[in-house]
């Protein structure tokens, strides 16, 4: 049908521009924020690359949603102002035949959108923590470059060593300054060599000394070593608790605590989200050409703005438990739902939301006229 084809036709065009746009733009600001997590030693720069593909993926379903909103708006406002909906409503079509054809080009978009937030998000963003947390929790002695000073990872003890690039677990001329509540210490060796013992790991120094300066009494106390034990990486290895966002779907159905579901009615949320904002532009893509040029389309960006923190609002009520799952799920997108399908059912049976200024004016010239009467 040519009414079907020509509409999902530019509705591809639009998509695709759009797509390819905000694609640009988020690509742009998400490398710069990632440029900037490593040049703070949060993440590692061979990595960079990696996790802004991750970021990427996991913000996806949310460019994907913006994107056919912005197109469905568009085209349909566009056919408003060359007149080409005229054309097509004298032709015999109704304005609820469009839904058909938009959600023939659309449920794919809709369906891939469900995907990511179900499947990919958990995954992309477990993906990223772990890539963060890998560089963050590094052994000190990773942490080091050779001759330059470097911060452990609980921030007590500042390293320097000279790396042997042959062994990667060995060093030399080794410098540790410790700070502790009541004492500063400074160690100074020849040579050091990573050891485990029952799990965990120490660095063992060979033909050093060590000084100790008190900070309660100012003594000081200075001692020799052939051998000198010391432990590293306490937390280095320490595993994180699980939470939400990378807990996978099933595994929050299984689980419904308050913050499992928190975080089910978010990844549903932008599934259901993205299929009513298909309908509320339909709803809302009018033009008149005696109104306020672009009028409408910022009133579906607000309303896109709105209804996406409306779902991360939401997901916070129900994790805090003053909101329940499905009077989330009911209330806000079935609630949605309804209110654009009755904006289309009055649209389609002529009545109009378009405010009439003048017979407002008229209307309260007549009541002040009837007050000071009586």
Known sequence: MLFHSSLRQELMKSFGATLVILVTIVLTMMLIRTLGQASRGNVNPSEVSLVLGYTMLGHLQTILTMSLFISVISTLMRIYKDSEMIIWLTGGNRLIDFIKPLFSFAWPILLLIFVLAIWVWPWSYQQSQELKDRFEKRGDLERVAPGQFQESSNGQRVFFIEKDLDADKEGKNVFIVTHERDRQTITSAKSGRIQSVNGQRFLMLSNGQRLEISNTNQTLKLSEFQEYA???????????????????????????????????????????????????????????SRGAKGRHGLLALFIFIFYENMVNLGQNWVEQGRLGFWGLMLGLHVGVCALAVFILWTRHIGVSWELNTARIDGFWSKFKGLRASS
């Open 230 to 288: 010391t432990r590293i990486d306490q937390d280095a290895f320490a595993k994180n608790d699980p939470i939400a966002r990378t807990t996978p779907t099933w595994d929050l159905i299984q689980k419904p605590s308050n913050y499992h579901l928190g975080e089910l009615s978010w990844r549903l949320g932008m599934g259901f989200a993205a299929f009513n904002l298909v309908l509320i532009g339909l709803a809302l893509a009018q033009v008149n």
